[in-house]
């Protein structure tokens, strides 16, 4: 089982043991990560990079299989990375 599978699997395990909770001021809270979430993937800035055509190829058939544009799959992918959130996998 893959690591994703296991989150999402403790997430559902959780809510069915009625752990979750309503938010007591919904409309506060939805501003403010909607807040975070319009500074976190603001485009303020543009990026010229050379990579091979064989490396382009496989992003934008793996972005067509997601259903998103390739260049949103490249920002999405260097946003995980330097979060922290994506990482080299060890052999």
Known sequence: MGEQDRE???IL???DRDEWVPSPR????LKKYQD???ATFRKDRRVNIRISG???EA?????????IPYQT???SILHKY???SLSEKQS
């Open 8 to 10: 999402d699997k403790e």
């Open 36 to 38: 975070y979430a319009r």
């Open 26 to 29: 919904p409309d506060e809270e």
């Open 54 to 56: 064989k490396d382009l």
């Open 59 to 67: 992003l934008q058939k793996k972005a067509l299989r997601e259903g």
């Open 13 to 15: 395990d959780s809510y």
């Open 73 to 75: 799959l490249i920002a």
């Open 82 to 84: 330097v979060a922290g």
